[in-house]
């Protein structure tokens, strides 16, 4: 079992940035696929971006293709989401999702797939 807990989320105002950092406890981090989300009250989970096993690969929404990179450091057991030109509709609780994958390569946007998940973090972004 992995333990996910997020950090770095808070106050900004349109066009700054924010970092999220994911730490995770547990079981070897070099065995889970990771993904960041986000939700807001009354929608639905959104997908933002995915990195495979080895870190190789990542996957993005449109919605935040160009502004967001995550990125993971297996050795700190962690995985990260910058988050660039941030905009007032980036306001939301970010959720990091972790689960073991057998493939070193392969990413996963859907929120199905991830069986461990961080308290998540608040960014509030005014304008």
């Known amino acids: 079992q992995v333990q996910l807990v997020e950090s770095g989320g808070g106050l900004g105002q349109a066009g700054d940035s924010l970092r999220l950092s994911c730490a995770a406890s547990?079981?070897?981090?070099?065995?889970?696929?990771a993904g960041w989300f986000r939700q807001t009250p009354g929608k639905e989970r959104e997908f933002l971006a995915a990195i495979s096993r080895n870190g190789r690969n990542t996957d993005y929404s449109d919605s935040v293709k160009g502004r967001f990179t995550i990125t993971r450091d297996n050795a700190a057991n962690t995985v990260s989401l910058q988050m660039n030109s941030l905009k007032p509709e980036d306001t939301a609780v970010y959720y990091c999702?972790?689960?073991?994958?057998?493939?070193?390569?392969?990413?996963?946007?859907?929120?199905?797939?991830?069986?461990?998940w961080g308290q998540g973090t608040q960014v509030t972004v005014s304008s």
């Open positions: 999702a972790g689960r073991d994958s057998v493939y070193y390569s392969e990413t996963y946007s859907w929120g199905n797939f991830y069986i461990y």
């Open positions: 547990g079981r070897p981090f070099t065995d889970y696929a």
